[in-house]
């Protein structure tokens, strides 16, 4: 199994950006998907979850400018970052709780990361 994380990049304060991540291999079954960052220096922390139903939780510093998705067909998460703000600097990582097998146990995958930075 294997998650790969894209759309990080340089923007400016106020400014917008798309993370998305693609789980593939052998997936049985997906339940919940997430984002979680890692500032320089900082220890990794929440951003938000979404379950296979739909159902999202958000850190509190993040409601109303971020929007996690999900494509259950594509195995795909997805971040829409708005109204972006310096302190948003960090690796971005998403991670999935899925089965890979029948055979095996559910258990949490990550991806590799991708760098947002947020400057002017």
């Known amino acids: 199994v294997q998650l790969q994380a894209s759309g990080g990049g340089l923007v400016q304060p106020g400014g917008s950006l798309r993370l998305s991540c693609a789980a593939s291999?052998?997936?049985?079954?997906?339940?919940?998907m997430s984002w979680h960052r890692q500032a320089p220096g900082a220890q990794r922390e929440f951003v938000a979850t979404?379950?296979?139903?739909?159902?999202?939780v958000y850190q509190d510093s993040v409601k109303g400018r971020f929007t996690i998705s999900r494509d259950n067909a594509k195995n795909t998460v997805s971040l829409q970052m708005n109204s972006l703000k310096p302190e948003g600097t960090a690796v971005y990582y998403c991670?999935?709780?899925?089965?890979?097998?029948?055979?095996?146990?559910?258990?949490?995958?990550w991806g590799q990361g991708t760098l947002v930075t947020v400057s002017s």
């Open positions: 991670n999935a709780v899925l089965r890979a097998s029948t055979a095996s146990n559910i258990r949490g995958y």
């Open positions: 291999g052998s997936i049985l079954s997906i339940n919940a």
């Open positions: 979404i379950t296979s139903g739909g159902s999202t």
